[in-house]
């Protein structure tokens, strides 16, 4: 037999991302590769790649350029490009590097195996279509291969937010959910496959309604609760929210459900509620904080976690201001920020822009400020008890990593752990990026 041929998967951006490789390497597998961790033995290279800001879309064509001598070298080496700068741009990628063979959005992943035969015969081939069918539906029912102990799983894409500086309403579409049935069943499937946490994904996963078994809509309160029902799955996450479909369900089930993890990642961008009317946020900074407020009530230990815009058109110094005041009152376990970044065809980039030092100056501040409240709380951790679900051995001999049930990574010396298994473990030093502790007992969450 023919040895396999090779596919090598770049991914870029969001876990949204890191799941659609995992499909695309899926549905190539039935097309007879498996993957490679390396460009330079690969018949197939795929850059599955991020739109959302400007820098993320041209690390494309920066890392495209890198593969001319592999090509050079193999000629019939094919060459894709996936995801949301595919779909933002087209058939634009194809004029602007001809060594571009495949260019595929990402509602249209279940058709790589005909693209790339398409692209076999010498022919490029361009999927940038929203089509009707399930793409994880023909992706499923591969090979069960065995699974790490945490995994993704999509539930619902695209958004109808339309906040004014993002691409993703565009690049990804209106919002669809997919009915619980079949999240149900992949989740499942990957429990049977090793996997004890999942982290539920959408662009806007709060706002799931898909439709249920009993044929009524559910949210996503009520899924995470028919998970919650899943022996052998031990942890649930989801990512990522707007403050908006934050409903009372879903509070409430942040401080009743036993398998929901104390951990919310609730972007909120801005704390001024002049600049948060000009994103079309659509509410202040008083609801996000009283909503807060009220996550907190239900359960009084969540670590929150939240994204930040910096030098959005019109953004003065005291708008900052009032963002950094809001920092000051959430204090946030995580948070991630960015300069605002012009997209093409989102209203905010009609408007007049602020000087990249300005910009710079305050993302400098805010990331300060951040870095102190995470220090904060990391520190905080020594002393408690937590439970960990180990994933991987860590650097050192003997050492095995895993995560909190705040998403810390922590690290304990001891033998006899295997990744999958969840221990108590009691905090004793908190590093520069991860905790240390020692295992007191088995079980946990
Ligand atoms: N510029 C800067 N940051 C952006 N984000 C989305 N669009 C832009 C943009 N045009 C950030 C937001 C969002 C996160 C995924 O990326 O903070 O929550
Ligand atoms: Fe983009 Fe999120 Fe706003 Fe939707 S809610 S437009 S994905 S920032």
Redesign the pocket.
């Known amino acids: 037999m023919a040895d396999p041929k090779k596919l090598f998967i770049k991914t870029y951006g ?1 876990q949204m991302n890191v799941y659609d490789s995992e499909r695309m390497a899926e549905a190539m597998g039935g097309a007879g590769y498996v993957e490679t961790q390396s460009p330079d033995d690969a018949d197939m290279i795929l850059l599955n790649t991020c739109h ?2 400007e820098k993320a879309a041209e690390k494309v064509y920066s890392e495209l350029g890198r593969f001319r001598s592999l090509k050079d070298e193999k000629p019939d080496l094919k060459i894709g490009v996936a995801g949301c700068v595919a779909q933002a741009e087209g058939e634009e990628i194809m004029r602007r590097q001809p060594l571009v063979d495949m260019v595929v959005g990402p509602q249209s992943y279940h058709r790589l195996p005909q693209m790339e035969a398409k692209a076999r015969e010498g022919k490029k081939a361009l999927d940038t279509d929203f089509p009707l069918d399930d793409k994880f539906e023909t992706l499923k029912n591969r090979p069960k291969a065995k699974r790490g102990p945490t995994a993704f799983l999509t539930v619902q894409e695209g958004c109808d937010k339309f906040c004014a ?2 691409v993703v309403p565009y690049t990804r579409g209106a919002e669809v959910s997919r009915p619980a049935t079949r999240i149900l069943d992949e989740a499942r499937d990957l429990v049977e496959r090793g996997v004890r946490e999942i982290t539920l994904l959408g662009q806007n996963v709060n706002a799931y309604h898909g439709e249920g078994p009993d044929g009524n809509d559910w949210s996503l309160a009520r899924l995470v609760w028919a998970l919650n029902d899943i022996d052998g799955l031990e942890r649930i996450r989801f990512t990522t929210s707007h403050p908006n479909d934050m409903d009372d369900e879903l509070i409430a089930a942040h401080g009743t459900c036993e398998k929901l993890m104390p951990y919310l990642h609730l ?1 909120v ?1 801005s704390g001024s509620d002049r600049i948060l009317k000009r994103m079309n946020r659509k509410h202040t900074a008083e609801e996000y904080i009283r909503l807060i407020e009220r996550i907190r009530e239900a359960r009084p230990d969540i670590l929150m976690s939240g ?3 910096v030098g959005f058109p019109e953004e003065t110094e005291a708008d900052f201001q009032a963002t950094m005041d809001l920092i000051e009152e959430v204090k946030y376990g995580y948070a ?1 920020s ?4 012009t ?1 093409p065809g989102t209203p905010a980039a009609e408007r007049a822009q602020l000087d990249e030092d300005v910009k710079s100056e305050r993302l400098y501040r805010l990331q300060e400020r951040i870095t102190h409240h995470q220090r904060a709380i990391q520190d905080a951790m020594v002393g408690r008890e937590v439970s960990v679900l180990f994933e991987k051995p860590g650097r050192l001999d003997g050492q095995m990593v895993g995560k909190s049930e705040y998403l810390h990574a922590v690290h304990v010396a001891e033998s006899g752990l295997n990744p999958g298994d969840l221990a108590r473990v009691r905090i004793i030093e908190s590093g520069s990026n991860s905790l240390s502790g020692q295992v007191i007992g088995q079980g946990g969450s």
């Open positions: 969001c959302i800001r500086f993002c972007p961008q994204d930040f815009i991630f960015f300069k605002y970044s997209r």
